[in-house]
């Protein structure tokens, strides 16, 4: 019978809620899985969620083995999948806890099936004028490998690899306004209600996202732990967050985004972009790594989004900016910034406006992975386009620019015991309003720039009185 596997660890029963039953346990093979690399594992892995879903939770310990996934079947009616996709491991409404153990299990993508647009008679891939969202040409080998939502229980998964293969996919045309805005995400946590808690997880090589997010639209007090997760790879982003509120990541890596052949707007390591009405509030990031992505590495300007902090992270822009923030109440504390960075929020509310503090700005290509670094796109290079950013604030933060860049063109921002270099020759134009005890060394103009303390320019000591 599937309930002789009943078990309950005694870590598990401490975070169990008050009165609530221990999960019954479960594996992939009780449901047909042969987790060999080779037989198609899809069907099983859909059994095992339906029937977990139904009993209201449980836990599933996978083996340390390489699950093959990902079946699509050609439609014969007017449907929006000329080959449509079927479900892998789809959870929803678990009111107990949901437990899935990896292992170190590997969900592998098939080899061979389509992602794009085809047509449904011949199977051959067809190519639209973009923007392009019409019906009856879609493919793909998956919507999502997991899929947890609606759940009010705890969820917890660890130790997975979910590989999309995009290198053995049959890529069609483009769909949507940009790319390949197609469904085949790693990971989806929808409109769960409960704390989620997720711990080294590989997710790469999706033709969309390696993590999605789009959390409870109502207020959530519970909090998420997102812990030694990498998204890589993926098409369109690491991770997209569109609603939602308490997600806590730490040690995570978001990189490569659009690497891999497939490449969708905006590209980027992380997308915080509340979407459909919902919001997204406290985020939080830990020494995480947004590096080498298509798009930025940190791109937030969409939707009813703000309230980010980021402490010890590092942001490398290769090809594109290396942060754009455009959304209130976001916070970067001891980060570092390689390439440069565009659109932090300016307000009248300085409290409302993003806030630097303690971190350091670079250019040099050795910190980059590929030993490139993004120039932007004012010709002058400046490492922070800032024209109309009011009361951004740098707080302690060092630029230190040894190669090609020059320092901040700004003109309404806030300078607060910074230390300031650059190399290169050209002028840099760094005005703002200087408080404390600021250094510069480098062809740097300042021109109208209120000093509240010293600003010290090439040797050059100035104060309130040299205006």
């Known amino acids: 019978m599937l309930e002789a596997g009943v078990a309950a660890t005694g870590a598990l029963l401490a975070r169990s809620p008050a009165g609530a039953a221990l999960p019954l346990v479960f594996t992939p093979e009780q449901f047909g899985a042969k987790g060999d690399g080779v037989t198609d594992d899809t069907a099983a892995l859909a059994r095992l969620a339906d029937h977990v879903s139904a009993r209201g939770g449980g836990a599933v310990n996978f083996r340390r083995a390489i699950y093959l996934v990902g079946s699509q079947a050609r439609t014969t009616r007017q449907a929006p999948y000329a080959f449509e996709p079927a479900r892998l491991l789809e959870f929803t409404g678990c009111t107990r806890p949901l437990i899935l153990r990896g292992n170190g299990a590997r969900l592998k993508c098939a080899p061979g099936l389509r992602y794009g647009t085809f047509d449904r008679a011949s199977g051959r891939a067809t190519r639209n004028q ?140 992380v997308d915080i972009e509340a979407e459909a009405g919902k919001k997204v509030r406290r985020l939080r990031f830990s020494n995480c790594e947004f590096s080498n992505n298509h798009g930025q590495g940190l791109v937030a300007d969409s939707g009813d989004s703000q309230g980010a902090t980021f402490t010890g992270c590092t942001f490398v822009g290769t090809t594109n900016w290396a942060v754009w923030p455009h959304k209130p109440f976001f916070r970067f504390d001891a980060c570092t910034f390689v390439g440069p960075i565009v659109h932090p929020f300016g307000s009248p509310d300085r409290a409302m406006a993003t806030q630097f503090h303690g971190c350091t700005f670079r ?28 009361n951004v604030l740098f707080n302690r933060c060092r630029f230190r620019l040894t190669h090609d860049a020059v320092l901040p063109w700004s003109v309404d921002v806030i300078y607060a015991d910074c230390v300031m270099s650059q190399s290169a020759a050209r002028a840099s134009f760094p005005r703002g309003t200087y408080v404390g005890r600021n250094i510069i060394k480098g062809h740097a103009i300042v021109a109208s720039s209120p000093i509240r303390g010293e600003l010290v320019l090439n040797g050059r000591s100035l104060g309130p009185a040299r205006q």
Request: aromatic share 8%.
């Open 130 to 269: 973009m923007p392009y969202t019409g019906s009856g040409e879609l493919a793909t080998p998956y919507r999502w490998m997991i899929k947890v939502q609606d759940c009010s229980g705890l969820v917890e998964i660890s130790d997975f690899e979910l590989d999309g293969n995009i290198a053995n996919l049959r890529i069609g045309g483009p769909w949507g306004d940009t790319g390949h805005q197609i469904n085949a995400t790693g990971l989806a946590l929808v409109n769960n209600r409960g704390p989620e808690r997720l711990a080294r997880i590989y997710s790469h090589h999706h033709g969309q996202d390696g993590l999605l997010i789009d959390g409870a639209d109502f207020e959530r007090r519970a909090t998420s732990a997102i812990e030694q997760l990498r998204c890589e790879y993926n098409g369109r982003q690491g991770c997209s967050i569109v609603g939602g509120k308490g997600y806590d990541f730490r040690e995570c890596r978001f990189n490569h985004t659009g690497r891999a052949g497939i490449a969708s707007n905006p590209g980027a390591g």
């Open 363 to 390: 250019d040099d290509p050795a910190l980059s992975p590929n030993g490139k670094v993004y120039g932007g796109e004012n010709p002058d290079r400046p490492i922070a386009d800032l024209p109309g950013n009011a």
